[in-house]
């Protein structure tokens, strides 16, 4: 009864020393993290699904899995709220090996085991297929619903440079998903207008570039320059001319 769990009890602890050594970064980092991203997840998953189809085959599906269970767990970390961090990672493979390897025990106490080698899919294990694929179709499918969800992140960017030539040049780039027109005013350290301008109606994506000399009473002072909309103070940016 033991025989046939210890590949998955030494699964399990392998898997737990892989996310310590790999949390508190200690020594043989480079082989756990090898062992957590391209072995463990997959042994549990062709565990879980396929018959015995010999040691070479195996070890090609483990590979294959675990690169695949991989990609996916990062895709939906970029997809969450959350960064992708060495925190990030261990949480989400850990918790997921571990799923997977009790899913395999519970498998085995209620399978015959071991399975016939016959090296293909038995009708039977076949028949299993239909979970997983519909767990990755439902994955797959929440992860989409879940991008196509997100808000557009809607910025101006806005900036003000010396050039070789010694004027200034003033920088807008509307990114805000709709037209939108700003005013542009230009001041001295001492609150004196020097330039104004107004970019009209500015299109999504559109940019626009004013360049100016300023006033010859400017010397070396702070310059600042003030982007409104909709008479509102929006951005502000200065250079030290």
């Known amino acids: 009864m033991f025989r046939k769990y210890v590949d998955l009890i030494a699964y399990m602890i392998t898997m737990v020393v892989a996310v310590v050594v790999l949390r508190q970064e200690l020594p043989l980092q480079p082989v756990m993290g090898i062992l957590l991203v391209f072995i463990l997840p997959g042994y549990a998953m062709q565990s879980l699904i396929y018959d015995e189809p010999g040691e070479f085959a195996r070890l090609l599906l483990t590979i294959g899995i675990s690169t ?3 990609i996916l767990v990062g895709f939906l970390i970029h997809l969450s709220p959350y960064p992708i961090t060495r925190e990030s990672w261990l949480v ?6 571990t799923l997977l390897g009790f899913a395999a ?10 399975f016939i080698k016959t090296g293909r899919l038995t009708s039977l294990l076949a028949s299993n297929l239909v979970v ?3 767990g990755v179709c439902v994955l797959l499918f929440i992860s989409y619903q879940f991008a196509i ?8 960017s806005f900036s003000i440079l010396s050039d070789d030539s010694g004027g ?6 509307n990114f805000e998903q709709m037209t939108v027109e700003y005013n542009i005013e230009v001041k001295s350290e001492d609150g004196q207008v020097i330039y104004r301008e107004s970019t009209g109606p500015l ?3 559109s940019s626009k570039t004013y360049v100016f000399e300023p006033p010859t009473f400017v010397e070396s002072e702070r310059i600042t320059a003030e982007l409104y909309r909709d008479g509102d103070l929006y951005r502000r940016a200065w250079v030290d001319f």
């Open 68 to 70: 695949t269970i991989t």
């Open 92 to 97: 989400s493979l850990g918790v997921l090996s």
């Open 105 to 114: 025990a519970v498998r085995r106490a209620f399978g015959n085991y071991p």
């Open 132 to 134: 997983p694929v519909i």
């Open 149 to 156: 969800s997100q808000p557009e992140v809607t910025f101006t």
């Open 168 to 173: 200034l040049r003033v920088n807008v780039n």
């Open 203 to 205: 299109t999504h994506t």
